[in-house]
């Protein structure tokens, strides 16, 4: 299956876009790197077909850089779902400089809101989900469960390598299907007071979950 734009144009877009203006450590907000994001969009247009003219939901948008590559790859339209203000608003100005028309941005906490009229809904839903570390333990698995209750099709996951074990035990647990059909490495810069090193380097797993009919 082909991608509309090369990959390499693809990251180059991805890598002009502005993060986080003040990121908020209690909301794990760390930039996704332009690369990872652009590999990650490429492989799930070029493997599955799931962006192009597709319905995609990008839970946990932050300032839109899966949305805006989805966008890039000819998603139909985007619902871009943040529970921050300030990083929407960062997602406003991207999508002011880029000139794309197609995403819509919700506030609202993916976890605890009426989400729930939009079951099924979603062609394809994107997420790089907070992974669970600080005061936070296990809100990637409840954001990965809440995506598959949204979409008619697929999620498509971003996650430490190092939990890869657990995603398998829990989709086993939730009777669906997954696999990695990626994996990156996420040079982690420093980004709050309490990190000590200048960048980590982290193994990441993309993820394909979906239900077992398809």
């Known amino acids: 299956m082909s991608a509309i734009i090369k990959l390499k144009t693809l990251e180059g877009h991805l890598g002009t876009l502005t993060g986080f203006s003040d990121p908020r450590v209690e909301l794990e907000q760390y930039e996704t790197p332009a690369h990872i994001a652009a590999v990650a969009l490429y492989t799930v247009q070029t493997q599955f077909a799931s962006l192009e003219n597709k319905l995609v939901l ?21 619902v871009a779902l943040d529970i921050d203000d300030s990083a929407l608003a960062g997602l406003q100005g991207n999508l002011e400089d880029s000139g794309v028309t197609n995403i819509d941005a919700v506030q609202c906490d993916f976890l605890n809101s009426n989400v729930c009229r939009w079951d099924n809904y979603f062609d394809t839903v994107l997420m790089n989900p907070p992974f669970g570390t600080k005061n936070n333990a296990g809100i990637d698995m409840k954001f990965l469960k809440m995506g598959l209750d949204l979409t008619s099709d697929s999620v498509y996951s971003l996650h430490k390598s190092s939990t890869r074990s657990h995603i398998q035990k829990k989709i ?3 009777g669906v299907k997954g696999s990695v059909i990626a994996e990156l490495r996420y040079n982690l810069p420093a980004t709050y007071k309490f990190h000590k090193q200048q960048t980590r380097d982290i193994g990441v797993d993309l993820w394909r979950i979906h ?4």
């Open 172 to 174: 086993k647990e939730w």
């Open 211 to 214: 239900h077992p009919d398809l």
């Open 58 to 78: 990008d839970a946990g948008c932050g300032t839109g850089m899966l949305s805006l590559g989805a966008a890039l790859l000819g998603a139909g339209s985007i």
